[in-house]
């Protein structure tokens, strides 16, 4: 069975920084493609990042910079590295399971973990 | 980037009704489009892949329908567990967006 699951979000200031994990069953974080989503409190889904298998990171431009994805294949776990944060990054941020072969759909999904940015 | 945008924002609806949402593209997204439930504080669930495919365990009464720039999620008959927040998602052109979601509410 796929199962994600997101750990590390909290409470930061302004400008502080935050790193994300996701760790993973059921399948190998680095033979997949990978995403980052988030959803701002009662707003809608937003995109912020993919890792492809190869390793190619993409990145929202609203983080473009700030941002860093990578992977443990040891850990079997995703990161989002989070810089120079800011209020508007305040969020659920969602890791997903990007399938090619499914249309480079959101297959599966974790639970989300918060992140609030205080200034 | 290309801008996704659902219509209506809202809708009420009574359990049995057939209703439909419907997703536009800024631009041609070809048939890379997704659909997704989410009900409050839970993630979000594919629905439909590549416009009109139907994702293992989803039930029959959710169908998908159309290509290039205007997209369409129906729903048959409306259940009780139906009530939900939908969003489409283009998966043809990095970054790939999101429309704002459409809530469909119990009438």
């Known amino acids: 069975e796929v199962r994600l699951v997101e750990s590390g979000g909290g409470l930061v200031q302004r400008g502080g920084s935050l790193t994300l994990s996701c760790g993973a069953s059921g399948f190998i974080v680095t033979n997949n493609y990978m995403t980052w989503v988030r959803q701002a409190p009662g707003k809608g889904l937003e995109w912020v990042s993919v890792?492809?298998?190869?390793?190619?990171?993409y990145y929202a431009d609203s983080v473009q910079g700030r941002f860093t994805v990578s992977r443990d294949k040891s850990k079997n776990t995703l990161y989002l590295q989070m810089n120079s944060l800011r209020t508007e990054d305040t969020a659920i941020y969602y890791c997903a399971r990007d399938d090619p072969a499914f249309s480079s759909s959101l297959i599966n999904w974790g639970q989300g973990t918060l992140v609030t940015v205080s200034s | 980037d290309i801008q996704m945008t659902q219509s209506p924002s809202s809708l009420s609806a009574s359990v049995g009704d057939r209703v439909s949402l419907t997703c536009r593209a800024s631009?041609?997204?070809?048939?890379?489009l997704s659909w997704y439930q989410q009900k409050p504080g839970e993630a979000p669930r594919l629905l439909i892949y590549?416009?009109?495919s139907l994702q293992n365990g989803v039930p029959s009464r959710f169908s998908g329908s159309g290509s290039g720039t205007e997209f369409t999620l129906t729903i048959s008959r409306l259940q009780p567990e139906d009530f939900a927040t939908y969003y489409c998602q283009q998966s043809y052109s990095i970054p790939y967006t999101f429309g704002q979601g459409t809530k469909v509410e119990i009438k």
């Open positions: 631009q041609s997204v070809s048939r890379y």
């Open positions: 590549g416009t009109s």
């Open positions: 890792i492809q298998s190869l390793g190619s990171a």
